[in-house]
């Protein structure tokens, strides 16, 4: 692999000097501008990624999610869809910092060498980007660092975050037994809606659904897999809002399921009637959150606690009429900021088992993989469930001993093909939530009348210096600066059902803590004074 061609080539997509980047659970995320010789490297490591696996293909996504339009972002997906090798996060950030396009291919070299990977092999690479206008410049980084490196390169243009790690996996399952689906996004439709109507199994779903779709990506991908679906069949009525990709200013702008978890509270327009069933995706539809107006009480979110609870109970129940007691691991991961009374109803009334991991998707995805059943969902509505190969094979070859049993199997094996199986997908779990309630016949009333959260508040506070504080017990507590635990464990003692963790921003020199307690008023003293001791421990 010839170096001055790659040189020559990094040399239009120059990275802004003086910054750190650094690779974290989103990829590279900032400013669209400081982005474009980021991404000509990302392209580098996405080519040795490819050939370290045999030529498989490598997804590269860019987006920036719920940021405002001005952001963007950049993540390699490896071959099953799923994220990035921690190790190769490492890699990332070096090379992205390699301080001139000589060092840059210096180490790109090393580490083929040092990693054994033959550059003369062939490499493959397959990329999406969401509705942002910069996106097509960094596309075009990516396409010139491909070029460079000889590497074999797709564009699938505008796609969905879940829409990619999908094809990603499709690509390299394709023609065994493991195949995940045909390798088109058309391939992505057919597959989600002949689940969902075998899923519902001659069930009729009641009620309208809005989508606010953040005036992202999942406006045209849902509206597009709403043109192949039969509403009369299923019952599922559909009215998409916020779903205006020609003005880019206003991609989540006062809208979206970052807006509706954030401020608790629904987008201002269009404005929901009361009694309405709603929903909003995030700005590349990774991420969903429900709610409704009651009539009585007013605004009530159904967030990613209330749907991983709603897929626990819903699978749990049937793998106990499908008569698979004892057979199937299920459990339920979640992270510190779980609701306790979420935690609290699936060990004591679901009587399942719940794993807490550090924040991050990939934590909770690692997670889940030790179950043959896995939920999990973060409290911002992102999540999935995971069914290992064990289980779906359990699905399709049990002999059922009746009717019953044949009808929890088949829903089953359904729902392992609903849900994707790679990461978070609010298109794929609007489908599951619609399917569960209209199995159990429920209303938004009913889902909400499962269990009463704990008043709960998240707080923002400025530090000195953000990495003084290191934590231990999957975020929950501080190991330094000493002290600093014990002053909180003391305030967390003076109230009712209360507790609270403070941990260092992934992106800010600053802390999130985050309190709950029985009342409002505790919840929120309580995390005031907990924001003292942080600051005070933080160097301000």
């Keep these: 692999m010839d170096k001055e061609t790659i040189i020559a080539a990094s040399k239009k997509h120059d990275i802004v000097p003086g910054r750190v980047y650094k690779y974290g659970t989103a990829g590279f995320r900032m400013k669209a501008d400081l982005l474009e010789g980021v991404t000509f490297r990302v392209g580098l490591l996405a080519a040795l990624r490819s050939r370290k696996l045999n030529g498989q293909a490598i997804g590269v996504m860019i987006t920036a999610s719920h940021n405002p339009a001005v952001d963007n972002g950049v993540k390699i997906v490896d071959p099953q869809g799923d994220m990035l090798e921690q190790e190769w996060e490492t890699y990332a950030t070096n ?80 023609g065994t037994p493991g195949a995940y689906g045909e390798v088109s996004e058309s391939g992505y439709y057919d597959k989600l809606l002949q689940a969902f109507s075998r899923a519902l199994r001659g069930r009729k779903i009641s009620g309208g659904l809005t989508v606010d779709c953040a005036n992202g990506v999942g406006g045209p991908k849902l509206n597009e897999l709403l043109k192949r679906h039969d509403s009369v069949k299923t019952g599922l009525k559909v009215k998409v809002v916020n779903d205006d990709v020609l003005r880019p200013e206003i991609l989540n702008l006062d809208c979206g399921a970052d807006f509706v978890k954030t401020r608790q509270r629904a987008p201002p327009n269009p404005k929901p009637a009361p009694g309405d069933r709603w929903c909003s995706l995030d700005g590349d539809a990774d991420r969903l959150i429900y709610y409704w107006i009651d009539p009585e009480t007013g605004f009530f979110m159904l967030d990613g606690d209330r749907i991983a609870t709603l897929a626990a109970s819903f699978i749990a129940d049937l793998a106990r009429s499908a008569g698979l007691n004892g057979q199937l691991r299920i459990g339920v991961i979640q992270t510190a900021y779980a609701n306790g009374a979420s935690t609290k109803y699936i060990e004591q009334h679901l009587q399942l088992p719940v794993v807490c991991t550090p924040t991050g998707v990939k934590h909770l995805h690692h997670a889940a993989c030790s179950f043959d059943i896995g939920v999990y969902f973060e409290a911002n509505g992102h999540g999935t469930v995971l069914f290992s190969a064990t289980a779906i094979q359990t ?15 088949d829903i089953l094996s359904a729902l392992a093909d609903l849900i994707n199986q790679t990461v978070g997908d609010a298109i794929s779990d609007m489908l599951m939530v619609e399917v569960i309630l209209a199995h159990k016949g429920w209303t938004m009333k009913d889902w909400a009348l499962t269990y009463q959260d704990l008043p709960n508040r998240l707080v923002r506070v400025e530090v000195g210096n953000k990495d003084l504080f290191q934590t231990t017990d ?65 160097g301000y």
């Excluded at 490499?123 to 097509?136: E, H």
């Excluded at 699905?395 to 199997?409: G, M, N, V």
């Excluded at 600093?484 to 109230?495: G, S």
Aim: charged share 25%.
């Design 95 to 174: 090379l992205v910092n390699a301080p001139t396009h000589e060092d840059l291919v210096d180490y790109f070299h090393k580490l083929a060498d040092a990693l054994k990977i033959d550059l003369a092999s062939p490499g493959k690479v397959i990329a999406g980007r969401d509705t942002r206008p910069s996106g097509s410049t960094l596309i075009a980084a990516l396409a010139h660092s491909l070029a460079a490196t000889s590497t074999t390169y797709v564009d699938y243009k505008i796609l969905t975050t879940p829409q990619l790690h999908y094809l990603t996996r499709c690509i390299n399952t394709a």
């Design 474 to 538: 999957a975020e929950r507590k501080l190991s330094h600066p000493v002290g600093c635990q014990d002053e909180i464990d003391k305030e967390v003692k003076k109230y009712t059902n209360a507790r609270s963790f403070a941990r260092a921003s992934g992106t800010e020199n600053a802390c999130r803590v985050y309190a709950e307690a029985a009342t409002r008023s505790e919840a929120d003293e309580l995390a005031n004074k907990v924001a003292v001791i942080v600051r005070q421990h933080g």
């Design 395 to 409: 699905f399709r070859t049990k002999e059922p001993q009746s009717p019953a049993q044949k009808d929890a199997l």
